[in-house]
């Protein structure tokens, strides 16, 4: 007769509104993503690992009112059900603060149609998994190649080198490796599912620090923790954004060298598209916010214009 897998719940009321799909989507990565999964009742599942025991999480909203103003409610299952409780509402961004920002004089600068953002999807905010490796390695397959090359590595990486997910999760989801299980994937294995060297040579310098890197976990958005991320050997400034994004919930951080947000940003500013030097240039005047200017630019649901040709994703299996 199978073991029952440990569970534990928490109900809390959040301190200000709460989108709990739009803040928790950036974890992801299309409906049948293995590791963040959001569910057709609104329900956002996740998979990670406390102490590298496998964990299942189900977080929903419950209660009278407005859907952004109930409280919520996190289920989890595996043998640290009850530790990961306490990191739980930060996964939803509750530590994340905006008042700052929208009493600053720099906010009077934003346009109209993004302080009106703000006032239509107050319930968005900016999480933080406190789960650098993890973050880190998922950012390094995103490197440099198009978000179906991106999304069909994680998903290999997870689904085969992975553990399964405990307790009652949807099904075809897993718990990404351990820093040590990745440290046995042979380059072979990389190759074929399509991770050319490079990137699959930055995984492995990540997950071979992860005992270092995992101290710096809940440490202070300082220059400090980006001169230690920026030590490793491939991770870069857009690896560095892209991470702190998730694990820190950094309010700032720019993912300069993306291959789309500067032409997003200066076309949405601008009215025309250019680069890394003026997207820097124009969020400028919202240092230590432009992260959220970024976010703001994206809910007002403006698009850029489709033109110019794709990336096209290149096969590296067979070189």
């Known amino acids: 007769m199978p073991t029952a897998v440990p569970y534990a719940d928490l109900r809390w009321t959040p301190r200000t509104p709460l989108d709990l799909p739009s803040t928790m989507g950036v974890l992801t990565r299309g409906r049948t993503h293995p590791t963040a999964r959001i569910t057709d009742d609104g329900a956002v599942w996740i998979t990670t690992r406390v102490d590298a025991e496998p964990l299942t999480a189900r977080f929903t909203r419950t209660g009278p009112g407005p859907v952004l103003h109930r409280d919520v409610v996190v ?27 929208l009493a600053s004089d720099s906010w009077e600068l934003l346009p109209e149609r993004m302080r009106r953002a703000r006032r239509d999807h107050a319930g968005i905010r900016l999480i933080s998994t406190g789960r650098l490796v993890d973050a880190l390695v998922s ?13 069909g590595a994680q998903r290999w990486l997870v689904r085969v080198h992975g553990d399964p997910a405990p307790g009652p999760a949807p099904a ?12 046995r994937v042979p380059s072979w294995s990389w190759h074929r599912a399509g991770v050319d060297p490079a990137r699959a040579k930055t995984v492995q310098h990540v997950v071979t620090r992860a005992a270092g890197i995992e101290r710096w976990n ?28 998730v694990s820190h919930g950094d309010p700032d951080s720019v993912s300069v060298y993306d291959y789309h947000l500067a032409r997003h940003v200066t076309e949405f500013f601008d009215g025309r598209p250019s680069d890394d030097a003026r997207m820097m240039q124009i969020l400028e005047p919202w240092r230590g916010n432009r992260q959220r200017v970024v976010r703001l630019m994206y809910s ?19 070189k």
């Open 218 to 245: 809940q440490a202070n958005l300082d220059h400090r923790l980006r001169r230690a991320l920026a030590s490793i050997k491939g991770v870069g400034p857009w690896t560095i954004a892209e991470t702190l994004q």
């Open 75 to 101: 289920q989890a299952w595996g043998a640290r059900a009850d530790e990961f409780l306490a990191e739980a509402p930060l996964w939803t961004g509750e530590d994340d603060d905006w008042s700052g920002f």
């Open 300 to 318: 007002t649901g403006w698009r850029p214009q489709a033109k110019g040709p794709k990336l096209t994703p290149e096969d590296h299996r067979d």
């Open 139 to 151: 950012a390094v397959l995103e490197q440099r190649v198009t978000a179906g090359e991106a999304v």
């Open 172 to 183: 075809g989801m897993a718990v990404a490796p351990t820093p040590q299980a990745i440290r």
